[in-house]
């Protein structure tokens, strides 16, 4: 089993900057994907940053591209999300996921709140 957990998330000035962090435990796998969503209130889940493992290929979301990186440490199993220049629509539950080459395997973390103040 994988279990997630994210950290890193607070309250936050628009401009400012958050990192938040997913470990990971558990088995993985090469062909296992970290992602980051997150979800605002009354809202659909929404992506923000993709990462392998295996490679250093990232894909990042319009709407925060320029302002979030992905990245990783594969030595320390955590994936992290860099979030600068923080806006209110930024506002919402960051989720961590692990998405494998099976459909069964695809693992969330609690989330953690992000709220960015005007």
């Known amino acids: 089993q994988v279990q997630l957990i994210e950290s890193g998330g607070g309250l936050v000035q628009a401009g400012g900057s958050l990192r938040l962090s997913c470990a990971v435990s558990?088995?993985?796998?090469?062909?296992?994907?970290m992602n980051w969503f997150r979800q605002a209130p009354g809202k659909e889940r929404e992506f923000v940053a993709t990462?392998?493992?295996?490679?250093?290929?990232?894909s990042i979301a319009d709407s925060v591209k320029g302002r979030f990186t992905i990245s990783r440490d594969n030595a320390k199993n955590t994936v992290y999300l860099q979030m600068n220049n923080l806006k209110p629509e930024d506002t919402a539950v960051y989720y961590c996921?692990?998405?494998?080459?099976?459909?069964?395997?695809?693992?969330w973390g609690q989330g953690t709140q992000v709220t960015v103040s005007s």
């Open positions: 996921n692990s998405r494998g080459y099976y459909a069964r395997d695809n693992y």
């Open positions: 558990g088995r993985t796998f090469s062909s296992s994907i």
């Open positions: 990462i392998a493992w295996n490679d250093d290929t990232t």
